[in-house]
């Protein structure tokens, strides 16, 4: 089955303690993204890959890392948590993001973490 | 960056018609995406429209006038289970290539 993958679904943690999020695709797609969903914010942009060994900055990429080592998994990595990183996280994965394509993106179940 | 703006809430009853819409201004446009979102579940993806007019699927539709920064979402015959947020999102071009701006989402009750 087509999917996207993440890990974990919930996550509780403290504050500092790194974590790591994973996100994988099964369907070769070449660009990948990472989201938060905020009420009353709606879904924004951390990260974003291209391609394998291609990413870039979104509207929120502070106190945020991501890699794009192979193809199939693009991680989100929480450094130094903090509290204000609560939120709904999801993955997002298409065929390619070029100009004029209509592709849609297919999104991962999401993560949500809690820090305390 | 961009600016996109849809209404927060709408409401409507079973079998109706209902239309939400979408402005955006940009400094790069590569489509607009429309998705439906259920409480606590993903966006899973209805429409894109990167030319200007009418897309129909089934149920609903999705127009587009690019001159004017504005797009709108039709459903028809709604059933309960249309209930739902409806995202509204942006793709951006050129050096905003792999940017995809989303509204705050319309959160539609539908009503029996």
């Known amino acids: 089955e087509a999917q996207v993958t993440q890990n974990p679904r919930y996550l509780i943690t403290v504050t500092g303690k790194k974590l790591t999020v994973t996100c994988s695709q099964n369907?070769?797609?070449?660009?990948m993204s990472w989201y938060r969903q905020d009420p009353g914010l709606g879904l924004r942009q951390i990260y974003y890959?291209?391609?394998?060994?291609?990413?870039d900055k979104g509207d929120v990429p502070e106190g945020y890392k991501v890699s794009r080592k192979e193809k199939r998994n693009f991680p989100l990595i929480l450094e130094s948590p903090s509290p204000n990183q609560t939120s709904l996280y999801f993955c997002?994965?298409?065929?390619?993001?070029?100009?004029?394509?209509?592709?849609?993106?297919?999104f991962g179940s999401g993560t949500r973490l809690t820090v305390v | 960056g961009q600016n996109i703006d849809q209404p927060t809430e709408m409401t409507a009853t079973e079998g109706a018609i209902v239309q939400i819409n979408c402005t955006y201004q940009?400094?790069?446009?590569?489509?607009l995406f429309w998705y439906q979102q259920h409480a606590g579940e993903a966006p899973t993806f209805l429409s894109y429209?990167?030319?200007?007019g009418l897309e129909e699927k089934g149920r609903f539709s999705s127009f587009l006038s690019r001159s004017k920064g504005y797009s709108y979402l039709l459903l028809k015959e709604l059933q309960m289970k249309d209930s739902a947020s409806y995202l509204c999102?942006?793709?951006?071009?050129?050096?905003?290539?792999?940017?995809?701006?989303f509204g705050r989402g319309t959160q539609l009750t539908v009503w029996p």
């Open positions: 997002a994965s298409s065929p390619t993001a070029r100009t004029g394509s209509n592709y849609g993106y297919t």
């Open positions: 369907m070769n797609h070449e660009y």
């Open positions: 999102a942006v793709r951006g071009r050129g050096s905003t290539l792999g940017r995809l701006y």
């Open positions: 940009t400094s790069g446009f590569n489509g």
């Open positions: 890959s291209m391609n394998v060994e291609v990413t």
């Open positions: 429209n990167v030319l200007d």
